[in-house]
Nanobody
Framework: QVQLVESGGGLVQPGGSLRLSCVAS????????MGWYRQAPGKQRELVAV???????NYADSVKGRFTISRDNAKRTVNLQMNSLEPEDTAVYYC?????????????WGQGTQVTVSS
């Protein structure tokens, strides 16, 4: 059974930093893209950043220059370094992986981790 487990959320003041981590486990044959999405109250889930197996990245315009995504293919991890956090970054952050496992190829999601930016 494939699982994505996130860690690193919490409460931080505006201008502060947080680092989110996600590890994939289970009978996984290959992982294509890994990424982070977020959902604020009353809003739809949106892309934050994604990284391909080869290391190409894509960011939402709202986080460019502030957030950095990275992955370790051997460890099956993806991280999101978030700097210069703003109250608008407050949301539940979800790890996503598009991978091939015993049951086939599809998207998997973590359970979500809360990030709150407030003074």
């Amino acid at each position: 059974q494939v699982q994505l487990v996130e860690s690193g959320g919490g409460l931080v003041q505006p201008g502060g930093s947080l680092r989110l981590s996600c590890v994939a486990s289970g009978l996984i044959f290959s992982i294509n893209t890994m990424g982070w999405y977020r959902q604020a109250p009353g809003k739809q889930r949106e892309l934050v950043a994604v990284v391909t197996r080869g290391g190409s990245t894509n960011y939402a315009d709202s986080v460019k220059g502030r957030f950095t995504i990275s992955r370790d293919n051997a460890k099956r991890t993806v991280n999101l370094q978030m700097n210069s956090l703003e109250p608008e970054d407050t949301a539940v952050y979800y790890c996503n992986a598009h991978l091939t496992a015993f049951g086939g190829e599809r998207d998997y999601w973590g359970q979500g981790t809360q990030v709150t930016v407030s003074s």
